[in-house]
């Protein structure tokens, strides 16, 4: 664990030397060696000449060796464009990063990490201490269940409400689901516009493993039109959860499912359930249930199709495709990208303590006996499974907001899909932002083929997703290079944002997702009532761990770092300050028109507003 001292003082020195260098490009700073070694963090170095010239060292690392440290003035520069001395010492400063941070073999099909965490990628004091206090909160006593008996069934669905004493959700999106989640339509909205809005897609066909027919979902269709009139009409979506098909459970007292749900846009341009079938093999014990079915039974079903969800969510939405991928950008940018890259400077506030908190999520989340073995239905080997599964059909084109949107055909401007039509916003505001600065530094498509940094980066991404071929290998365009970036900052800030902190709003009442099912599917039809899905449910530990897991999940930190926001300049030049000022003023037009859009929702959707989109996966 880091030692932090929290009583840390700031200095300033001024060191005079009359004699006129001339233009200075680099400042070399050295540390003492002491029989302790203690560290030092250097701000910025500002040399100004005899002749009234002022030069600018952004530096904003700490000094934690009596290594010589070489430190670039403040201008961005490519490869390229510097002087063979600087060049020479770009690349002995790169060599010494690619042993600083050496890759880490993970199992095979999972993302590389990276063997350590030197002290410039680590929580500063009050990042770290946060953490832990919220923690402790979670985990500790604060919001975990006060009740006497543990591992025992709830009563009665209400009896969830227990674990919630001290929360104040009154006119909380929480509240609101709290009360309607039994309904259709709340269903659902959040796939839609939930924690996992990736999931829904427009359905072409009914496919063969669901062999849903027009006779059994009629009586929910308008009246007059056909079920494949209504596909061909673009109303009807699925979801489809095969990823979860044979994967282990941790034990024989827990179970997991693959369902599929057939959804329907009705009249009211709201999203139902009208089929649900919770396994991949169809047959007599595999009944699809219907919302002309008994209550009991169609409540089941669809809490089985929002376990699985809830499962996919957390190992592949959140986990794999938001902390993991964004960590293999940020290893590859300390290899291979100088600190004076633009591309360096652009996207270091975007990799904000991304490895920190990966760090803790592999010890304390994914770990064997950690949280996700305790909440769902999974150990190591079941997590292991289903990432790897999800690694084999991820792409680049699967980052790419715009394609993913195509790709599941949710483009319908009628449908409340605000995560679409807000994300679109965001990732219009950051192509647009990344192709200025681009532009600033690149003067043709042959000047990124000639940057040699920006190529060993592209390549050190592909080489980090392990085993994953369908990352590209090089840039040969200003075009691709500026969707590159745009795909790396969107996936850590806005992505992660959008799939993060709606957690407890949606799951900190347990029985709208499920973390984990203690009986078995059913296998037949009316064989369900109220006592077996209270012991189908979450028991009372495990729904306690949810509450406070989700909750401290979805903390925003107290000096958070929102997006646009740059607190420290690394940029020097007033070209790229423009850039971001243009940028912060288009952030905050989108802020606005997502606020007025809100205040005629009766469910305000805010993951997206870039005023609580963190710049980086940090939580």
């Known amino acids: 664990m880091p030692v932090y001292n929290v009583s840390l003082k700031e200095f300033s020195f001024d060191i005079r030397v009359e004699k006129d260098f001339g233009d200075i490009i680099l400042v070399i700073l050295e540390k003492e060696e002491h029989l ?43 490869p390229q464009n510097d002087t063979e001395l600087v060049r020479d010492k770009r690349g002995k400063a790169l060599e010494y990063r690619l042993t600083k941070f050496s890759r880490k073999e993970e199992p095979a099909g999972f993302p590389m990490s990276t063997d350590n965490l030197p002290p410039e990628v680590e929580f500063d004091a009050a990042k770290y201490f946060e953490f832990q206090i919220n923690a402790v909160k979670a985990i500790g006593g604060t919001v975990v269940d006060k009740c006497k008996v543990r591992f025992q069934s709830w009563k009665d ?40 809005p990736v999931m829904i897609k427009k359905c072409t066909e009914i496919p063969d493993k669901f062999p849903v027919t027009h006779e059994m979902v009629k009586g929910f269709l308008k009246k007059g039109v056909t079920l494949q009139e209504e596909i061909t009409a673009g109303n009807i979506y699925i979801v489809d959860y095969e990823i979860l098909e044979g994967v282990p459970t941790s034990s024989d007292l827990v179970f997991l499912t693959a369902p599929l749900c057939l959804l329907y846009k009705n009249r009211l341009d709201q999203i139902v359930p009208i089929a649900i079938q919770l396994s991949q ?17 169609w409540m089941l079903a669809k809490m089985w199709v929002k376990s699985a969800d809830f499962i996919v969510h957390q190992l592949v939405t959140h986990l794999l495709k938001t902390h993991l991928i964004s960590e293999v950008f940020e290893v590859a940018m300390y290899r291979q990208l100088s600190k004076v890259h633009p591309v360096y400077k652009l996207l270091k506030p975007h990799v904000r303590f991304t490895m920190a908190i990966n760090a803790k999520a592999r010890g304390n989340l994914i770990s064997e006996g950690g949280v996700i073995s305790k909440i769902s239905s999974l150990n190591t080997n079941g997590t292991n499974k289903v990432i790897k599964r999800a690694m084999e059909t991820l792409t680049y084109e699967s980052l790419c907001f715009p394609e993913t949107i195509k790709d ?25 932002f990344v192709s200025a600065v681009v532009e600033i530094y690149y003067d043709s ?29 090089s840039l040969k365009t200003r075009e691709e290079l500026v969707k590159y970036l745009t795909v790396v900052i969107f996936n850590a800030s806005a992505q992660h944002a959008a799939v993060n902190f709606g957690q407890f709003d949606w799951y900190g009442w347990v029985p709208n997702s499920p973390s984990t099912m203690r009986k078995p599917p059913p296998e037949q039809k009316g064989t369900v009532d109220m006592q077996y899905i209270m012991d189908s449910l979450p ?54 028109t997502i606020k007025k859009r809100n205040e005629g929702l009766t469910f305000d959707y805010g993951y997206l507003s870039p005023d609580k989109i963190p710049n980086s996966v940090a939580i």
């Not at 006119?171 to 269903?187: A, H, I, P, S």
């Not at 990124?448 to 080489?463: A, K, L, P, R």
């Open 36 to 78: 302790v070694n203690v560290q030092w963090f250097c701000g910025d170095i500002k040399v100004k000449t005899p002749s009234g010239k002022c030069f600018e060292f952004p530096y904003q690392r700490w000094i934690e060796d009596t290594d010589k440290v070489f430190v670039h003035e403040g201008t961005a520069r490519l």
């Open 157 to 196: 669905v209400t009896d969830f409400e227990k674990i919630l004493d001290g929360f104040d959700i009154n006119n909380t999106l929480l509240g609101k689901v709290m009360q309607d989640w039994r309904k259709d339509y709340m269903f659902g909205y959040q796939f839609l516009n939930g924690c996992n």
């Open 281 to 297: 093999t169809p047959g007599e014990k595999s009944p699809i249930f219907l919302p002309s079915d008994n209550e009991d039974d």
């Open 408 to 432: 599941r055909r949710m483009e319908d401007v009628l449908l409340k899909y605000y995560y679409r039509d807000d994300g679109m916003m965001i990732w219009e505001a950051i192509h647009n």
């Open 445 to 473: 498509d042959e000047a990124v083929q000639e940057d040699v940094e920006i190529q060993g980066f592209v390549e050190d991404c592909h080489s980090g997703m392990n085993n994953s071929q369908k990352f590209p290998e």
């Open 539 to 592: 028991d009372r530990e495990c729904s306690s761990l949810v509450l406070g897991t989700t909750w401290a999940l979805s903390r925003f930190q107290k000096n958070e770092h929102y997006l646009g926001m740059y607190p420290v300049t690394r940029f020097t030049e007033q070209p790229v300050k423009e850039a971001i000022k243009t940028f912060h003023k288009k952030l905050e037009e989108v802020t606005d």
